[in-house]
């Protein structure tokens, strides 16, 4: 029941950016950690950044600087901020949320289906 969506995603030049979107819906009565991912064509998921419920954030050290994770005014909503986009950042980017349910106690997590980015030289 519990669906995650990004969207934002595209092709770019290189030195160009984007602000992907990713929110959450279903019966998520806690939304303990969001983050991003990605993945580039044969190479493994990479962590890019995630930001927990009381608001820290963690980079990978790679993207600290380039790259900004931000929560929405909406409940389980996530942004990353891309600036300054090289063509080493092309992959799929993936939404990814850890969560509990009003049905049961345990921790879930789900994962969005990805969104294309593609940065052109």
């Known amino acids: 029941q519990v669906q995650l969506a990004e969207s934002g995603g595209g092709l770019v030049q290189a030195g160009g950016s984007l602000r992907l979107s990713c929110a959450a819906s279903g019966s998520i009565v806690s939304m303990n950690e969001m983050g991003w991912y990605r993945q580039a064509p044969g190479k493994q998921r990479e962590l890019v950044a995630i930001v927990t419920s009381g608001g820290s954030t963690n980079y990978a050290d790679s993207l600290k600087g380039r790259f900004t994770i931000s929560r929405g005014n909406t409940k389980n909503t996530i942004y990353l901020q891309m600036n300054s986009l090289k063509p080493e950042d092309t992959a799929v980017y993936y939404c990814?949320?850890?969560?509990?349910?009003?049905?049961?106690?345990?921790?879930?997590?789900?994962w969005g289906p990805g969104t294309q980015v593609t940065v052109s030289p």
């Open positions: 990814k949320g850890i969560y509990t349910t009003g049905y049961s106690p345990i921790k879930f997590q789900q």
